[in-house]
C-alpha cells in the first residue's frame, strides 16, 4: 500500500476518527472519501422515482378513493416526497459513519426488527390478507428494516473466519436465515424470505463456502420450494397462476399488459389509460406503468441504471482489503439488485406476483426509508482515503482464487 505525502493521516483512514478533529474538517474528510459516483447513480434514481410516482399517482389515488373521500391526482407524489426526505437524511447521516459503527448499528437494527416481527403475529395488523405491520404509534414494516442490517450482520458473522477458519460461522448463518425465513412465512410473506435467501447464498459463497456445502445449498432450496408449494396456500396459488399464464384479470397478466402498451416511446405523461387498471400501481407494478406512459426505452433505462449502481459497487470493492467491508458491501449490493429484479420479473411475467416494491423508484414509507438506510450503509462502507492506493484484488481473488486467500495477511495480524 502506497501512502501519499503527509495528507493522508490516520484520521482519514476509513473506519478511523480523530475526536480533536473538528467537526467541519471532519464534514471534508467524509466528503473527500466518499463515493460521488454511486452517490450520484442514487440521488439519479430518486429523481427517475419521482417522476415514475408522479404518473402512477392518479391511478393510486382513484382506487384508494371513495364517495365521502376524493384523494387528489398528485396525493401519493407528494407523500413520497415526505417519506424520501425523510430517507435522504437518514442515508446521509449513515454515511456519515465509521465502518465499526455502521457494523454496530446495523447489528442493533437487525436484532430490534427480529425482535418487532417476533410481535407482528401478535399485534400485527392485516392489509391485503398479509400480517406484516407494527403500529407502534407509527406505522412501519419490520421485515424492510430488517433487510439492511441482516445483510451487515450475515457479512460480520462470516469475517469471523478470519479469527478461526475453523469457527462454525457457516451453521450460525444459517441458522440466522432460518429463524428470518420461519417468522417471513407466518406472515406470510414469500417474497422476502426469497430474497433475504439470496442475500444469505451470496454472502457464504464469497465467504469461502466449500462446493460441498453448495450442492447442499441448492438442494435444501429445492427441497424448501417443494415444501412451500405442497403446504404454503398462498405460495401454490401464485406459483399456479403464473405457470398457467394468468388469466384476463390476474395482476401480473395486467402488469405485463400495461408494460407493453406504450411500445418504444410510451404514450405520454398522464396520458396512460392502462394503469388504472393495475390493483397497485403506485408501488409493485410501476415499473408498468413507466412503460406505459415513457416506453419500453424508460425502461431499459431504469434497468440500466440498477445495473450502474451495482456494478459501480464491485468495482469500487474490487481491490478492498476488509474481509467484512468487502461481504457486507456485496451483501447490500444483493439485496438491492436483488429486490429490483425480482420486481421487473414481476412487470414482464417472468415471476410469481411477490409483493414487492422497486427500490427508490416504488412510493413507499418504511421501504422507502429502508432502501436509503441500506444505500446510506453502503456508501459508509465504500468509503476509501482517495491518497491511498490499494495494489491487492480483493472481490477477483476472493472468487477466483483460493477462499480468504486474499485476507491471510489480515488475519495474521
Known sequence: MNIAPATAVASDLPGR?????PVRARLKIWWRELDHVLLGLVVLLMAVGCAAIAAASPAGAERLSSDEVTLPPLYFLWAHLRWLAVGITAMLGLSMLTRDTARRFAILLSL????ALLLVPFIGYEVNGARRWLNLGFRFQPSEFLKPGFAVTLAWLMSWRLKDPHMPVFGLVTAALALVVILLMAQPNLGAAILFTGVWFVIVLLGGVSFRHIAALFAGGLAALSLAYA???????????WLSGGTDYDQVDLAQRTLLAGGWDGVGFWVGRAKFRLPEAQTDYIFSVVGEEFG????AGIVLLFFAIVLRVLVRVSSEENFFALLAAVGLTAQLGGQAFIN??????????KGMTLPLVSYGGSSTIAVCMAFGLLLALTRRNPFLTRETAGLRRSVFEKPLGLFDRERNQ
Open 112 to 115: 430490534s426488527m427480529v425482535a
Open 344 to 353: 421487473i420479473l414481476v412487470n414482464l411475467s417472468l415471476f410469481p406476483s
Open 296 to 299: 419500453l426505452l424508460a425502461c
Open 231 to 241: 403446504f404454503y396456500g398462498n405460495a401454490r396459488h401464485r406459483i399456479d397462476s
Open 17 to 21: 476518527t480523530n475526536p480533536r478533529v
